[in-house]
């Protein structure tokens, strides 16, 4: 058995990977780079399968030459979730979401929950440490108030621009 090694920038695989019953389901929007900072690549060597989606097409071809799930081209504000997921072989019942779009991530689980998903883990960002309290806030109610139980409040990123570390996501889990 491969053992589990993260490539996430906080940890973030290793969480899901911890709740989830492995090999899980995943869905990674705002997927950036295959393999450094990935929050799904090393699920994906788990066996994981999943749907990778990008707004930035360099990103996206290189997640099709370097990952075996399928990777989309797309603003995640305006998908088709449905199409998209079951066109992936994926159900509405996902295991994990990474929701990682620099800005419009309320507008998205909005979007992913009123089409009927439901996701048993979620990393989500919020960027308070440059967005302020408010967004932060406005996913708090959202999540809280779609049955989700925060699990590990203002995570913070640590790297070369933040050796302090700032406060950057929010970890949910079903309650």
């Known amino acids: 058995m491969t053992e589990f090694v993260s490539r996430s920038q906080a940890g973030q695989d290793g969480f899901a990977y911890a709740h989830i019953t492995t090999p899980g389901t995943f869905l990674d929007i705002g997927a950036n780079d295959p393999v450094c900072n990935s929050n799904s690549y090393a699920l994906e060597q788990m066996g994981w399968k999943g749907l990778l989606v990008d707004f930035d097409e360099s990103m996206v071809k290189l997640c099709k030459e370097r990952r075996t799930n399928p990777v ?3 603003d995640a504000t305006k998908l088709d979730w449905a199409k998209a997921c079951s066109d992936a072989g994926l159900s509405k019942s996902i295991d994990y979401l990474s929701l990682d779009v620099d800005g419009p991530e309320l507008v998205v689980i909005m979007s992913l929950v009123s089409a009927g ?3 048993k883990a ?3 960002e919020h960027d308070r440490y440059h967005r302020g309290d408010g967004p932060r806030e406005a ?3 959202f999540f809280i108030a779609q049955g989700y139980k925060l699990a590990q409040g203002d995570v913070k990123v640590f790297d070369q621009h933040y050796p302090n570390g700032v406060e950057f996501e929010d970890w ?4």
């Open 122 to 124: 979620v990393t989500c």
């Open 117 to 119: 998903f439901s996701f």
């Open 72 to 74: 989309i081209l797309a």
């Open 172 to 175: 949910w889990l079903r309650a």
């Open 139 to 141: 996913l708090r109610c």
